[in-house]
């Protein structure tokens, strides 16, 4: 299964779930599901993406740091969810290299959405 694409009903959190071995093409369409819906926003909105199912990354996941996720004036932040040590690991350097400053890691979805519900990032 590619990558699942949800938003909240309000309007406010999109919500980014991967599962198996992350290839670019993940990226390509999330990015093409989410960007329009940034672009739509009246308020920012709160990423939550979900690694907890992922188990690897092909070479060149770094190019992730492209993404409008990281550079779109509506991303209020990036709340990553689970996901082993690598993987945290190279999300952690994409964040730098997109001198991203609203991103945090969380253990479980139940914190992710309570931590976007209060807008905390």
Do not use: C, W
Not at 78 to 98: C, E, S, W
Request: no cysteine; proline share 4%; aromatic share 8%.
């Amino acid at each position: 299964m590619p990558a699942q694409v949800d938003f909240s009903h309000d309007g406010k959190t999109a919500i980014l779930t991967y599962e198996g071995q992350f290839v670019l093409d993940d990226l390509r369409y999330t990015d093409a599901h989410v960007a329009p819906f940034l672009d739509r926003a009246t308020e920012p909105v709160m990423i939550i993406v979900d690694i907890r199912a992922l188990t690897s990354m092909v070479p060149g996941v770094l190019t992730v740091r492209t993404s409008p996720l990281f550079s779109h004036e509506n991303t209020r932040g990036i709340i990553f969810v689970g996901g082993n040590t690598l993987l945290r690991a190279m999300a952690d350097v994409a964040i730098k290299l997109a001198d991203f400053k609203n991103a945090r890691f969380v253990k479980s979805l139940d914190e992710a959405l309570r931590m976007s519900a209060q807008h905390q990032v």
